[in-house]
């Protein structure tokens, strides 16, 4: 992806992020029964210190079409000095989370610092997630502290950049 000519300084460690990244991924815990998942990411910027951030996943059958709807969620990630990361998330589900962690070339690990959620949402407490680019292929992973569980393996998925 071609870096924009006004991206801020303090993107430049997330410059990798950029574009739009498209795959697959596994998602399990106790609670639920695990399934592959297809998920668009997309990061971009305009021109300001921080990222817009936009998460689509659904369920895949068998032969990998989506089936229904999943998850969503859009935020906003905000590099600091020294490699330091805040990121801001908001779910249709009623949760609210704010992470906390670090940019470490093309590394990313943040957990969460605030977990808030609406009267309707399910019980969730803590996150951990990370990100990296590994042979120009975005892999994330995330674990989950929900109904009553504790911190342990939700997510993970492997995506290509398609823009």
């Known amino acids: 992806m071609e870096l924009s000519a006004d991206l801020p300084p303090a993107l430049v460690p997330l410059a990798w992020l950029l574009g739009r990244w498209e795959g ?7 609670t639920i029964e695990s399934t592959t998942f297809g998920q668009e990411i997309e990061w971009r910027h305009d021109g300001r210190p921080f990222l817009h951030y936009r998460s689509q996943a659904w369920k895949l059958d068998e032969q990998g079409r989506q089936v229904r709807p999943m998850a969503s969620e859009v935020g906003f990630w905000r590099p600091g000095p020294d490699g330091d990361l805040e990121v801001l998330l908001t779910h249709a589900t009623g949760v609210a989370e704010i992470y906390v962690g670090t940019v470490e070339g093309p590394r990313i690990t943040l957990q969460t610092d605030v977990v808030a959620r609406t009267r309707t949402a399910k019980e969730y407490t803590a996150a951990t997630r990370m ?23 939700h997510l993970s998925a492997q995506l290509k950049r398609v823009s």
């Open 24 to 30: 697959a991924g596994v998602v399990g815990y106790p």
């Open 131 to 153: 990100y990296g680019l590994v042979g120009g292929e975005l892999m994330w992973a995330m674990d989950m502290a929900a109904m009553g569980q504790p911190l342990q393996s």
